[in-house]
């Protein structure tokens, strides 16, 4: 497996961006706005691909980026939700009733910005553990993550 850089992790977050404002924020009035996921809802089939396949695709970028445990739970709980909410809406005649809902719900900016905030809270290392602890360096990693009370972890993207 190639090696991860701290520019690769910074790719991540920003294509994450961009799936965030497309999915959910392509036409915005204030603090609402409506994306690809809520407009393409109301074409059958077509907006269950795009929901399931934006979903999937945060998920492997979670993946991609060392995500912690309980950050992929929470895109899962989110992207869950979006995914049943536009899968309720293929059955006929209850159609509308997930179609207003996928309009509501952001699940897939709300799996965007938990990821985007792991990311922000992660003090990322081009090394290995293994290697930081022989050279002496993990503990000033250590130190960097618990004098800076914006971050919550240490990961290491070559390992």
Not at 32 to 57: H, K
Not at 100 to 125: M, N, Y
Not at 138 to 157: A, M, Q, T
Request: aromatic residues 6%; hydrophobic residues 45%; neutral net charge.
């Amino acid at each position: 497996m190639a090696r991860r850089t701290i520019g690769d992790i910074e790719k991540i977050w920003s294509n994450v961006e961009g799936v965030k404002k497309l999915s959910d924020r392509v036409v915005g009035v204030g603090p609402f706005g409506v994306g690809m996921d809520g407009l393409l809802t109301w074409v059958p089939i077509v907006g269950t691909v795009y929901t399931l396949g934006a979903a999937g695709w945060l998920i492997v970028q979670a993946a991609r980026a060392k995500a912690s445990p309980g950050t992929v739970t929470r895109m899962m709980g989110y992207l869950g939700i979006e995914a049943l909410v536009t899968t309720v809406g293929e059955v006929p005649f209850l159609d509308f009733v997930p179609s207003v809902a996928d309009v509501i719900f952001p699940g897939h900016l709300l799996a965007a910005r938990a990821l985007q905030k792991d990311i922000e809270s992660t003090h990322w290392v081009e090394a290995s553990e293994r290697d930081a602890k022989a050279s002496g360096e993990h503990e000033s990693h250590l130190d960097v993550v618990r004098r800076n009370p914006k971050l919550r972890r240490l990961v290491y993207l070559h390992d």
